[in-house]
């Protein structure tokens, strides 16, 4: 039977309020013993489903309380990932690390250097590693049943209203602020494509900008703020037609827990008529890329495409595997394999394992990658992370060398750390 885990929380936004949520759903396997967060209402959240919790208003009070927790979930903003990690992996703490890792390369390579040095286990939340789906996907590709693999073709579909929401009007608009948007929001599929193929990245070269939410591209008559904007009812980036639905059909849910902590149609008007997210997303002071294609060499020179964009539906990744002898198709839900040998094709549902968003729980993969660092933790079982500290950085990599390419127009090599 394994032994009940004693986990810290270090971030109650809204990445730290999921995992704490799978602890209180989950309390034979583990229970949530301190908690920090400057922000008293989000401790709060947290602190309500785990009675008798610890409560801290930084991870540096924490730390220096010395809980008694055999691991600790570093869900902070993007830019504040280091210190933490670094200071828990020397105070002996393992460590769930929301992704990404840290926005330099030099900053990944300070955490990867202190989780080796401590000898602590670290689980990068590359959740979509952990999903039915990928299972699905991996075990077609391993069965063989492909061949060798020649290319991949693999879409990131990000949604036009959560663009507006997260990379337009929210915490990761800008650069200066998070880090690129290829890694805020597609180091998870640099580092699926690698966990699914079985091959690392080696050299890659990237095209994109900022093409749409930019003052140029404002319609006329276009307001501030959409609350005072006559064409907001015609525009696809109202933030009513965002919020106010949410709110009505499923509460204060992501993500309109995210614009305020109110609770009522009055509290979200006011946070839209005085917060970020009620601006007009053609004034905002967002310079991350709205749209950006790479391409991909992987060792041993299969090939493939990648693309990023805002401006589809929100749903889950779409992938095309082509093989030797066959040929993968993937939306998210569903694997459709076409053997070219027998000309028959199979269609495999990996089952319910809800919605693509934050919200929804990204496929299973907030679920499955707790699952698996809970049991890794209490079995000492490290095969159960997928993503570790040389599988994560290999994806960083990847991704800063995509960025080099971007900038410099060239095709750049990736680093074999």
């Known amino acids: 039977m394994e032994r009940r885990v004693a986990l810290a929380l270090a971030g109650a936004g809204s990445r730290g309020q999921t995992y704490a949520s799978w602890v209180a759903r989950n309390q034979d396997r583990a229970r949530l013993v301190a908690v920090a967060d400057p922000d008293p209402h989000r401790r709060g959240l947290v602190a309500a489903g785990h009675p008798g919790v610890a409560e801290y208003a930084t991870w540096q009070d924490m730390l220096a309380a010395d809980v008694e927790a ?22 002996g703490r393992d460590l769930l690390l929301e992704k990404p890792l840290a926005p330099t390369e030099e900053e990944c390579r300070r955490i990867v250097s202190a989780v080796t040095g401590a ?59 998070a880090s690129p948007m290829l890694l805020a929001k597609s180091c998870h599929d640099l580092d699926w494509l690698a966990y699914v193929t079985g091959r690392r990245i080696a050299r890659v070269a990237s095209f994109g900008d900022l093409g749409h939410f930019r003052p140029d591209k404002r319609p006329a008559g276009a307001a501030d703020r959409c609350l005072d904007c006559a064409i907001e009812p015609e ?22 827990s995210v614009i305020t902590d109110a609770t ?61 002898h066959g040929q993968l198709v993937g939306d998210g839900e569903r694997v459709t394999v076409l053997d070219f040998r027998t000309g028959r094709t199979e269609t495999t549902e990996a089952g319910p394992v809800g919605g693509a968003t934050a919200g929804e729980g990204h496929g299973g993969g907030d679920d ?22 040389a599988e994560s950085l290999a994806s960083h990599l990847a991704v800063f060398a995509a960025e080099r390419a971007r900038h410099t127009g060239t095709v750049a090599d990736v680093p074999e750390q």
């Open 70 to 91: 055999d691991a600790v979930i570093v869900a902070t903003q993007d830019r504040d990932h280091v210190d933490p990690a670094v200071a828990f992996a020397g105070a």
């Open 119 to 177: 000898g602590v286990r670290l689980a990068v939340c590359h959740v979509l590693r952990y999903t039915p789906y990928t299972d699905l996907v991996t075990e077609a590709v391993r069965s063989g049943v492909l061949g060798e693999i020649m290319s991949v073709q693999h879409l990131e579909p990000v949604g036009w209203w959560h663009a507006a929401h997260s990379y337009v009007r929210g915490p990761w608009r800008s650069e200066k602020l």
């Open 235 to 256: 525009c696809p980036y109202s933030a009513p037609k965002l919020y106010y639905p949410v709110l009505r059909e499923r509460g204060a849910v992501w993500p309109v």
């Open 264 to 324: 009522d149609e009055a509290g979200v008007t006011e946070a839209l008529r005085t917060g970020p997210y009620g601006r007009c997303v053609y004034a905002c002071d967002n310079d991350v890329v709205d749209h950006q294609v790479l391409a991909l060499e992987f060792e041993g020179g299969a090939t493939g495409t990648f693309t990023m964009t805002a401006f589809t539906e929100q749903t889950h990744r779409q992938t095309r595997i082509f093989g030797s």
């Open 368 to 389: 499955g990658v707790m699952d698996a660092f809970v049991r890794a933790v209490a079995t000492g079982d490290d095969a159960l992370i997928r993503s570790g500290p």
